[in-house]
């Protein structure tokens, strides 16, 4: 298993066809096969089943067309009705987003339920793409920080907590700090001190972002960018998009920003916004 994790994370469907082919194809045995087609994505699963070799392509062939994609919305609430689709099939299933909506504090009687998926999840952290962390969302045990802990692609919290101490703070400075795969981040109502402390990370290196969506708490602080070397609004107090570029290796970062309205109505306008991207 150890050594099909590792060809999942280095592998991709351009370079599988070199991979197999270094393969004496005959001799791999079938767990072997099994295991690489679980940990790759269903795209690059179907590349196996283009390989001349019988045992090969009928492999990936079946994982490629019975392998499902779910999103896992965690709320008290939730339906156990994709739980149960993870727990049973866990094969051929995989969780591509998770959406935290709720406070689950309120329902002890999920946590337990929930808490099923850690083993499901620690084998291949990989197939979580897309995280959504709602502000209704609480768990402050921490005993579900599994979910969130995961090295996601993309990133979006409706709304930082301005004490700083809430869960959401928590989630993003992880995925700040020490999540190597993030490459797009949406955030609501976040402050100076917030992008302070993304641009200081990916100068650093520290964080690979490309893209930033987000919006400030106090407009006016936009403004204070050019402490950071840059401008965010033009001569007409318009926000504009900012391009920061590293010339000794070339990547760059694309901040969006946002002049949404601070009142709860937009908040319901925006996160259903959100929510049927993060669904489509």
């Not at 709304?159 to 700083?164: I, K, V």
């Not at 960018?225 to 391009?243: I, P, W």
Request: net charge positive.
């Amino acid at each position: 298993m150890s050594i099909a994790f590792h060809a999942y994370k280095t592998l991709n469907s351009t370079t599988m066809s070199a991979f197999i082919s270094s393969f004496p194809m005959d001799t791999v045995p079938y767990a072997f096969i099994d295991s690489v087609a679980h940990q790759l994505s269903k795209d690059s699963a179907s590349t196996l089943g283009k390989i001349s070799n019988k045992q090969w392509s009928k492999v990936g062939s079946t994982h490629h067309s019975k392998r499902r994609g779910l999103c896992l919305s965690v709320s008290p609430t939730a339906d156990s009705f994709i739980l149960s689709h993870i727990l049973n099939d866990p094969k051929y299933s995989k969780i591509r987003k998770i959406a935290l909506i709720g406070s689950l504090e309120e329902n002890s009687l999920f946590v337990p339920e929930i808490k099923k998926l850690r083993p499901y999840l620690k084998r291949n952290p990989y197939q979580v793409e897309e995280l959504l962390v709602t502000y209704r969302f609480r768990n402050e045990s921490n005993k579900l920080s599994f979910l969130w802990r995961l090295p996601v692609k993309r990133l979006c919290l409706d709304g930082l907590d301005q004490t700083g101490t809430g869960v959401q703070q928590k989630i993003f400075e992880y995925h700040i700090q020490s999540n190597p795969n993030l490459e797009e981040l949406t955030f609501g109502y976040g402050s100076y001190d917030t992008l302070k402390l993304i641009i200081e990370a990916w100068k650093s290196g520290q964080s690979k972002l490309k893209n930033i969506r987000c919006s400030l708490w106090l407009a006016e602080e936009w403004t204070r960018l050019k402490d950071l070397g840059f401008r965010a609004v033009d001569e007409e107090g318009q926000l504009l998009d900012l391009t920061l570029k590293c010339a000794k290796t070339g990547r760059s970062l694309c901040i969006k920003p946002t002049n949404w309205a601070v009142d709860l109505k937009g908040n319901h306008v925006y996160l259903a916004r959100w929510l049927d991207q993060f669904e489509s």
